[in-house]
């Protein structure tokens, strides 16, 4: 596991910290006047893109914008880094920090790197327990892990676009063998309500985990969460926890949304998630995030 150190943050040519500020500044993108500097973490699928992955020009414009102004802008989403890069793209944030796999990993963007970033956090854990509980329960539903070194292996050629990579068809005890960074379950099976039970039937211990809007499962280390790998990098980027902005949808968004000063749910969020957040903003079809990203500049 790689540790953020004060050099990777503040000091750099690309970054400096004002201590009368209390900001993190970059010297190309600097924010405008005096105004204080944000961070603004943003949820991807059901906030900046809609179900389908499209993402309104309005959105992008504004996303853009505030990253212009200077703002922290870090994706925080439970797609796997693969599949958050085009994002990042998207927005056109070339500089800063992403959080994947709901808080499993966390990169440093760098033009200057070879690749554009570099992987500084990866959360493991030992799947084994979950997995076998979970097959017990769901046993016709399919599984996928994502491994330490970034790759995904999955039963029943399970694939999907938040894997951001082909996933390697495995047998299930193949999985039980591996360090994973996160572990989804997808029943095609069940209805919503039925995979819900199933999942609380299943104790699951040692884990942290959330349950999509359909018969989605995703699965952290124990303690890991969006919110957390945030804090790292709240704390390392000297942000005030005032200062704080987050938006999402999803049950995975909870945490997040409790621990931004201002958090804001998407007008199509659940009751749960509407209940953990501040304020609410229209549904992502409404270009929802648009207008919080607006509020701003």
Same mark, same amino acid.
């Given at each position: 596991?790689?540790?953020?150190?004060?050099?990777?943050?503040?000091?750099?040519?690309?970054?400096?910290?004002?201590?009368?500020?209390?900001?993190?500044?970059?010297? &190309?993108?600097?924010?405008?006047?005096?105004?204080?500097?944000?961070?603004?973490?943003?949820?991807? &699928?059901?906030?900046?893109?809609?179900?389908?992955?499209?993402?309104?020009?309005?959105?992008?414009?504004?996303?853009?914008?505030?990253?212009?102004?200077?703002?922290?802008?870090?994706?925080?989403?439970?797609?796997?880094?693969?599949?958050?890069?085009?994002?990042?793209?998207?927005?056109?944030?070339?500089?800063?920090?992403?959080?994947?796999?709901?808080?499993?990993?966390?990169?440093?963007?760098?033009?200057?790197?070879?690749?554009?970033?570099?992987?500084?956090?990866?959360?493991?854990?030992?799947?084994?327990?979950?997995?076998?509980?979970?097959?017990?329960?769901?046993?016709?539903?399919?599984?996928?892990?994502?491994?330490?070194?970034?790759?995904?292996?999955?039963?029943? @050629?399970?694939?999907?676009? $938040?894997?951001?990579?082909?996933?390697?068809?495995?047998?299930?005890?193949?999985?039980?063998?591996?360090?994973?960074?996160?572990?989804?379950?997808?029943?095609?099976?069940?209805?919503?309500?039925?995979?819900?039970?199933?999942?609380?039937?299943?104790?699951?211990?040692?884990?942290?985990?959330?349950?999509?809007?359909?018969?989605?499962?995703? !699965?952290?280390?124990?303690?890991?969460?969006?919110?957390?790998?945030?804090?790292?990098?709240?704390? %390392?980027?000297?942000?005030?926890?005032?200062?704080?902005?987050?938006?999402? &949808?999803?049950?995975?968004? !909870?945490?997040?949304?409790?621990?931004?000063? %201002?958090?804001?749910?998407?007008?199509?969020?659940?009751?749960?998630?509407?209940?953990?957040?501040?304020?609410?903003?229209?549904?992502?079809?409404?270009?929802?995030?648009?207008?919080?990203? @607006? $509020?701003?500049?």
């Amino acid at each position: 596991m790689t540790i953020l150190t004060p050099s990777m943050v503040s000091g750099t040519d690309d970054q400096r910290y004002d201590e009368s500020t209390n900001i993190t500044k970059s010297n &190309d993108n600097a924010p405008a006047g005096n105004l204080p500097a944000h961070l603004v973490a943003l949820d991807v &699928d059901g906030t900046l893109v809609d179900h389908d992955g499209m993402m309104s020009d309005a959105v992008r414009a504004a996303a853009r914008e505030t990253v212009a102004a200077g703002h922290q802008v870090i994706i925080a989403t439970g797609r796997s880094l693969g599949a958050l890069l085009p994002v990042v793209k998207q927005i056109g944030l070339q500089r800063g920090f992403g959080v994947a796999s709901n808080g499993g990993v966390t990169v440093r963007l760098d033009p200057s790197l070879e690749w554009g970033y570099e992987v500084i956090e990866r959360e493991t854990f030992d799947p084994r327990l979950a997995l076998t509980a979970l097959r017990e329960r769901l046993p016709g539903a399919r599984y996928a892990v994502e491994d330490v070194h970034g790759n995904f292996l999955a039963t029943e @050629r399970f694939q999907d676009r $938040s894997f951001g990579i082909e996933a390697r068809g495995v047998d299930f005890q193949h999985l039980l063998g591996l360090e994973a960074v996160r572990v989804v379950v997808n029943s095609t099976d069940s209805s919503t309500a039925e995979f819900a039970a199933a999942i609380a039937e299943c104790g699951l211990q040692g884990v942290t985990y959330s349950v999509g809007w359909t018969a989605w499962l995703d !699965i952290a280390a124990a303690g890991v969460s969006k919110a957390t790998a945030l804090e790292k990098l709240r704390s %390392r980027l000297g942000v005030q926890q005032s200062h704080t902005v987050a938006v999402g &949808d999803g049950n995975n968004d !909870i945490e997040m949304l409790t621990w931004a000063a %201002r958090g804001v749910a998407m007008g199509q969020a659940n009751e749960a998630v509407r209940a953990a957040a501040n304020e609410t903003t229209a549904s992502v079809y409404d270009d929802g995030a648009a207008h919080v990203l @607006r $509020s701003l500049l």
